[in-house]
């Protein structure tokens, strides 16, 4: 079986006891529902953000293209469709 040069074996899983972690949790095994595209932007937005903040303006491209595409995600992204829907609905009263 192929080793990495630490000793471990390819295929042994990080988080077995060698204190190390991969971070990612395998689809199915997490508890919350998935997060939409909008979502999932949203999130990326508010990073971006704080690594503006603590790290300078040469990563503030990053927030404009994440603007970008989160703008385009809400006019594309069917659920976002679907909730702006429903919103005039229910403001409209009808």
Do not use: C, F, W
Not at 46 to 57: S, Y
Not at 61 to 68: G, K, Q, V, Y
């Amino acid at each position: 079986m192929p080793t990495e040069a630490s000793g471990r074996s390819i295929a042994e899983p990080l988080d077995s006891g060698s204190g190390l972690t991969t971070g990612v949790t395998p689809k199915g095994n997490s508890a919350s529902p998935a997060l939409t595209l909008v979502e999932r932007l949203e999130r990326a937005l508010v990073v971006a953000a704080q690594i503006v903040l603590q790290h300078g303006a040469v990563y503030a491209p990053h927030i404009d293209r994440l603007e970008l595409e989160l703008e385009k995600a809400r006019k594309t992204d069917p659920t976002e469709r679907a909730k702006r829907i429903l919103e005039r609905y229910t403001v409209d009263g009808e």
